[in-house]
């Protein structure tokens, strides 16, 4: 499948870009491409950021600052990443496909998308994250994601809250390269309990009544908990029931890894 359009538009700053996406309700931003080629749809013009310098990771003393262009192989990869909750966040992003794939693939596309099997969003949800929309929104990837609808603006970066603690990042998947049958996204950060779950098969989500049972100590309640308080369904290559099982054995798994 190739990325159709009819114009390509290099912009040359966030207000260029916001304007040309506003000319036409069939112009689209471009990230990576890779999910706008998938689709297979016919866009009027497809808007390049990557003349505006959004390929940086930054940090001060609190933050980190992502670029809307930074690629995931880019994140994996970055020292400033790895520093994050002894590494994991990175080696979530990791799970995406291939090294060749995430070269191309960014973290503005992949948060966009809101993709229900994301395991970016996955790895990024138990954090305190907040994701910057030019002309002038910033809202927490939580919101983001329970956005229903057409988001409107163009994602600038993602700002993630500097905080100690641990992480545990699980995917389900049957071949190395496939998509999460469900993935576990554990964090114990300044001593609080962050436990999301993705592909069940919806988008990742909070379980916070086993947040609050596991910051009690109770983990194997929290685990029993989180397998029922978010829906989980069937899908065509794992049943609701092998969700729920999964879900209470890495629930539980990384609750005891996380606050070891
Ligand atoms: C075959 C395949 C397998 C995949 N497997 C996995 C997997 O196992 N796990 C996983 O987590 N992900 C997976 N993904 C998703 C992938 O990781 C990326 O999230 C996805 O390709 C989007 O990134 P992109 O940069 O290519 O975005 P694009 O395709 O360029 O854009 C995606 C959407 O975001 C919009 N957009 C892009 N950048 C911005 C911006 N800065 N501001 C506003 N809107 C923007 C676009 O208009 C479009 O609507 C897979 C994708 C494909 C195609």
Request: charged share 25%; glycine share 8%; aromatic share 10%.
């Amino acid at each position: 499948m190739s990325l159709r359009a009819k114009e390509y538009y290099r912009a040359s700053s966030l207000e260029d870009a916001y304007n040309k996406l506003k000319e036409n309700p069939k112009n689209v931003i471009v990230g990576g491409g890779l999910w706008l080629k998938k689709t297979g749809l016919e866009y009027h013009t497809i808007i390049d950021l990557s003349n505006l310098g959004l390929d940086q990771i930054k940090e001060d003393k609190d933050f980190i600052y992502v670029g809307s262009m930074v690629s995931l192989r880019d994140f994996e990869n970055s020292p400033i990443i790895n520093k994050l909750f002894n590494g994991v966040i990175a080696f979530g992003v990791r799970e995406v496909m291939g090294p060749a794939f995430r070269n191309i693939a960014t973290i503005g596309g992949s948060v966009y998308g809101r993709f229900p099997f994301s395991d970016v969003i996955a790895a990024l949800l138990p954090l305190d994250v907040k994701v910057k929309l030019y002309p002038n929104q910033e809202m927490s990837l939580n919101d983001l994601v329970n956005y229903r609808g057409k988001l409107d603006g163009i994602i600038e970066q993602i700002i993630i809250r500097k905080e100690e603690g641990k992480a545990f990042f699980k995917k389900v998947k049957t071949t190395a390269l496939d998509f999460p049958m469900i993935n576990f996204s554990i964090v114990n950060r300044s001593g609080k309990n962050y436990i999301a779950i993705g592909s069940r098969p919806g988008v990742a989500a909070l379980a916070y009544k086993a947040m609050e049972e596991a910051d009690k100590g109770n983990y194997e309640k929290a685990a029993e908990i989180a397998s029922q308080e978010l829906q989980f369904l069937d899908s065509s290559n794992i049943s609701k029931e092998y969700r729920i099982d999964l879900t209470k054995v890495y629930v539980l798994r990384g609750l005891k890894e996380v606050n070891e």
